[in-house]
Each structure stands twice: as structure tokens, then as C-alpha cells.
T-cell receptor
Framework: NAGVTQTPKFQVLKTGQSMTLQCAQD?????MSWYRQDPGMGLRLIHY???????DQGEVPNGYNVSRSTTEDFPLRLLSAAPSQTSVYFC????????????????FGPGTRLTVL | AQSVAQPEDQVNVAEGNPLTVKCTYS??????LFWYVQYPNRGLQFLLK??????LVKGSYGFEAEFNKSQTSFHLKKPSALVSDSALYFC???????????FGAGTTVTVRA
């Protein structure tokens, strides 16, 4: 299994540009989420999904859109990039039917480092 | 709203000494608690999780965590730290009424030889 994969690894955007961060998992996990990591602030939840066709907002959803058309993929779209969106973005997935949803460990991707000029 | 506090930005210990990383939480309902570790330029890796009924939880790489319901704490511990334990550690919590997983700000652990 490849686990959780993210592309690209690095990206530089100009203010106002749009782009999509890709996330895919091959573990048949139902729960997927996007976090941003900023120094001194830990990980903050942007959006999450509990299954295909279902998404919901996290702590910091403004400026981001998501969709979940398949179990495997959970792309994050930046509509109009701003310097405040400079961050490292992590995608994660979880849900083991053996463990039960609430107690499942999360598997994280390697991250995407985004700089908005 | 649920939240996690890691009161120490940094913890410095000598190799061979015990290591403790503190975490307190606030949630509605029963807590689901986790510890993750992040090495430089890497994603987060799972260390351990709280399982109902076991106040002392054992995890990967010799780490353990002590759950204290009355103090709403879930401190991470290792009896004898290694230089290779130097990393960024995150505590995370999910309440029984919420799908969202909330993370603390992280604690940087430095173990000196």
C-alpha cells in the first residue's frame, strides 16, 4: 500500500491564483481530512469528510473548498490564494472497522509546502 | 468546543533521563486521546492512543501515556530518553460527540547526548 499520498510537495503561487492540492489514499478509509501546520499553532483542521459525498468544515475553512467524489480522493482547492495561506498542508485518513471510527489512528501524508507571494 | 493544551513549547532532557510531555484537554462526552510525533520535514506518525479503562497506555518506541480523568490530562512519558527521540510531539483529542480531531500546538523535545 502507498498509504496517503499528496501532490505536489512544494508549490509557489502568486496572490490571487487558484490551485488544487491532491490527496489520495489506498486503504479504503472513510474518514479524510486536511490540516494546515503553522509555527506555534499546531495543526488546524480545514475540512473533513466522513465518506464519499459528505464533507464538513473544520476550524479554518475560509478560502478553501473540498469535494469527495470517491473514497480514495480528497482534493483541497484554494480559490484565490493569499499570503496568509502560506503554510504546510497535511492530508490524513482514518477509520478501521476493527478499531471503530472514533478510536481510529490517523495516517498522514508527507505534506505540501505552499508559499503565496 | 473541544481543545487541547500543551503548556510547554520546548522540553530539554539529557539522554537516559526520564521524559515527560504534558497535555490537558477539554471535550464534551468521553475523550478519545492520541499522541503523534513529527520528525523534521516529515508527516505525523502515530505513537499511542487512550483506550477506555486503561489509565496507563503503552505505545511505540517505548513511550507510554498516563490518562487522568479528574485532571483532564494525558501526559506522554518515556522512562529513558534517547537522542533519536528529539522531535515535535502533538497531543490530539476527539470528543464522543464530534468527528473532528483537534491538535495541540506541539512540544519540541530535544534530547542531548
Amino acid at each position: 500500500n502507498a498509504g496517503v499520498t499528496q501532490t505536489p510537495k512544494f508549490q509557489v503561487l502568486k496572490t490571487g491564483q487558484s490551485m488544487t492540492l491532491q490527496c489520495a489514499q489506498d486503504m479504503n478509509h472513510e474518514y479524510m481530512s486536511w490540516y494546515r501546520q503553522d509555527p506555534g499553532m499546531g495543526l488546524r483542521l480545514i475540512h473533513y469528510s466522513v465518506g464519499a459525498g459528505i464533507t464538513d468544515q473544520g476550524e479554518v475553512p475560509n478560502g478553501y473548498n473540498v469535494s469527495r467524489s470517491t473514497t480514495e480522493d480528497f482534493p483541497l482547492r484554494l480559490l484565490s490564494a493569499a499570503p496568509s495561506q502560506t503554510s504546510v498542508y497535511f492530508c490524513a485518513s482514518s477509520f478501521s472497522r476493527r478499531e471503530g471510527f472514533m478510536n481510529s489512528r490517523q495516517f498522514f501524508g508527507p505534506g505540501t509546502r505552499l508559499t503565496v507571494l | 468546543a473541544q481543545s487541547v493544551a500543551q503548556p510547554e513549547d520546548q522540553v530539554n532532557v539529557a539522554e537516559g533521563n526520564p521524559l515527560t510531555v504534558k497535555c490537558t484537554y477539554s471535550v464534551s462526552g468521553n475523550p478519545y486521546l492520541f499522541w503523534y510525533v513529527q520528525y523534521p520535514n516529515r508527516g505525523l506518525q502515530f505513537l499511542l492512543k487512550y483506550i477506555t479503562g486503561d489509565n496507563l497506555v503503552k505505545g511505540s518506541y517505548g513511550f507510554e501515556a498516563e490518562f487522568n480523568k479528574s485532571q483532564t490530562s494525558f501526559h506522554l512519558k518515556k522512562p529513558s530518553a534517547l537522542v533519536s527521540d528529539s522531535a515535535l510531539y502533538f497531543c490530539a483529542v476527539r470528543g464522543s460527540n464530534d468527528y473532528k480531531l483537534s491538535f495541540g500546538a506541539g512540544t519540541t523535545v530535544t534530547v542531548r547526548a
